[in-house]
Structures are given as C-alpha cells and as structure tokens.
C-alpha cells in the first residue's frame, strides 16, 4: 500500500494533535515580550532571541526611527493571517500558490492624548485585504477565508475582548 507525501505542515499539526490528544496540558502555551524604555517614546522589546525596535513618528513624541506599536500590530495581523491561511489550506486541501495581504486602520488621536474620553483610544476600524492566487475555485478561496477568520490567533484577539491584568511594580 502507497501513502501519499504528507507536507510539513500536515506533520505539524498531527504532532501537535497527537501530542494533545494524549496530554490536553499540552495545548497550553505561553509567549512572552519584555520591553525597556529609551529615548522620548521609544523601546526596545525583547521577543526570545529576537529584540524589535519600537517609536513613533515625530507627531506622536518619537523621531520615527522604528515601526510604531499600531504598525506592529497590522504586521502580527497580517501574519498570522499569512501563517493561518498555508496551515489551513494545507489541512482542507486548497491549492494556494501565493499569498500577499495588506492592512490598514483608522485611528483617532484624541483617545490616546486623552483629548476626549469618548474617542476610543485604539483603531476604530481595521481594513485587511488578502489577495489568493492558485488554481481554485473562488468558493474553495471563500471555504479558506471562513476557515482563517475562524482560527487565526491574532484575528480572534481583535474580535474578542481578551482579559489583561496589568501589575505595577515600583522600585
């Protein structure tokens, strides 16, 4: 009997599957971000071996020399998104031969400097685009795109209101 190639990504995910299906503890994981303080506004953010650079565009304090924090946000939008939709068309069996997204939001700065406390001080909306190219049909594409919306971590997190306790600590 002749198995056909499982792709890395299939691997991944039946490791992952059996790894929990024996242990459920095992689907709980933990990701971490330190971040230190310099110049007017910006920071240094540690992500495991990676550091990132973070500032803001001279209107908002900073002397733009890094992405600013809602930048960084439409970039771990936009990639999971690209991460979401390979795992999920290699698990549904769509052909996908490239991927290219883009993403844009509206913010109002009057929430952030606290002009006015009525204006929310985050995106009020977010736009994405996600351009599919493969030989699918338009409806396989739209079968992915529900799959993604339904499971992309960083999707979910903008969706769904997501508890955060914050600690302050003085020395």
Same mark, same amino acid.
């Given at each position: 009997m002749t198995t056909a190639p499982v792709s890395h990504l299939q691997a991944v995910v039946a490791a992952n599957h059996d790894a929990v299906s024996e242990d459920p503890a095992k689907a709980a994981v933990v990701f971490r971000a330190d971040a230190r303080a310099h110049s007017a506004?910006?920071?240094t953010v540690t992500l495991g071996r990676f550091e #990132?650079? #973070? /500032?803001?565009p001279p209107a908002l304090g900073g002397e733009n020399t890094a992405p600013n924090p809602v930048e960084y946000y439409l970039a771990s939008l936009l990639s999971c998104q690209v991460v979401t939709y390979r795992v999920w068309a290699d698990k549904l @069996?769509?052909? #996908? /031969? @490239?991927?290219?997204?883009?993403a844009e939001g509206d913010l109002d700065v009057r929430g &952030? &400097? @606290?002009f006015d406390d009525s204006v929310r001080a985050g995106f009020g909306e977010v736009r994405v685009v996600v351009t599919l190219t493969g030989p699918e049909a338009r409806e396989r594409y739209l079968e992915l795109q529900e799959a993604v919306d339904?499971?992309?971590p960083v999707l979910d997190l903008t969706r769904n209101a997501t508890p955060v306790r914050t600690v302050l600590e003085t020395a």
């Open positions: 506004v910006a920071s #990132v650079e #973070v /500032d803001e @069996g769509i052909t #996908v /031969d @490239g991927i290219t997204a883009r &952030f &400097f @606290g339904a499971h992309c």
